[in-house]
């Protein structure tokens, strides 16, 4: 059973904008680190960006998006959000929501509850 559902993944053109959502099941998402990760044909899932519970409030973002990407979340809608911005063909990927114990540095491997993801498209 997943434990987060994953909407807004699309087709965009480069320079355009998307919004993901990431809405939790079976838990209360603002008592975990939130992150996005993202996972591109032939290649590893990394981390995007990552949240820590509210009462800590720390985020770290991969560096190639940092200032186009933010990440947030709703703690009363039980939902997470990707916001992006000045998309770029490398954004290409599978973006998933998950949720682990604490923020270290965004790696995947720290994350227990996991979405099935989104297809994300940026086309030139």
């Known amino acids: 059973q997943d434990h987060f559902v994953e909407s807004g993944g699309g087709l965009v053109q480069a320079g355009g904008s998307l919004r993901l959502s990431c809405q939790a099941q079976g838990f209360i998402l603002d008592y975990y680190t939130i992150g996005w990760f993202r996972q591109a044909p032939g290649k590893e899932r990394e981390g995007v960006a990552c949240i820590s519970s509210e009462n800590i409030g720390s985020t770290v973002y991969k560096d190639s998006v940092k200032g186009r990407f933010t990440i947030s979340k709703n703690k009363h809608r039980n939902m997470a959000y990707l916001q992006m911005d000045s998309l770029k063909t490398e954004d290409t990927a599978v973006y998933s929501c998950?949720?682990?114990?604490?923020?270290?540095?965004?790696?995947?491997?720290?994350?227990?509850?996991w979405g099935q993801g989104t297809q994300v498209t940026v086309s030139s």
């Open positions: 998950a949720a682990g114990a604490f923020l270290k540095d965004c790696s995947p491997a720290d994350f227990t509850y």
